[in-house]
């Protein structure tokens, strides 16, 4: 069963920077993913932020284009996901959460982005950015 457990937020001025971390267990070492950040604000819906499948292909999602950056460390023993945010606006200001879908890719059997059959949520981190 995939546990994920996230670290990193804070509360960071406009413009600023933080680097959120996601440690991953039971994933079946051998297996494809897809395992992704998502993120949550009061009164919002969640929102896919990125993703990265087991061979390394990562996606963005175009309102973090440029400034968010996910990757992960992966040496078929540990594996910790990353997120590494700049220029951060107010608009980032959200839960942040990871989460995962094994076997299988993040376009196959059907769209990342709104993580409704991906697992292992954990209690999220909270990012604040203020103007």
Avoid at 79 to 103: F, I, S, V
Avoid at 119 to 128: D, E, L, P, S, Y
Wanted: glycine content about 12%; overall charge neutral.
């Amino acid at each position: 069963q995939v546990q994920m457990a996230e670290s990193g937020g804070d509360s960071v001025q406009t413009g600023g920077s933080l680097r959120l971390s996601c440690v991953v267990s039971g994933y079946g070492y051998d297996s494809s993913y897809c395992m992704a950040w998502y993120r949550q604000a009061p009164g919002k819906e969640r929102e896919g932020v990125a993703a990265v499948e087991s061979d390394g292909t990562t996606i963005h999602a175009d309102s973090v284009k440029g400034r968010f950056t996910i990757s992960r460390y992966d040496d078929k023993k540990t594996l910790t996901l990353y997120l590494q945010m700049d220029n951060l606006k107010p608009e980032d200001t959200a839960m942040y959460y990871c989460a995962a879908r094994l076997k299988s890719t993040c376009r196959w059997p059907r769209s990342w982005v709104g993580g409704s059959d991906f697992a292992g949520w954990g209690q999220g981190t909270q990012v604040t950015v203020s103007p």
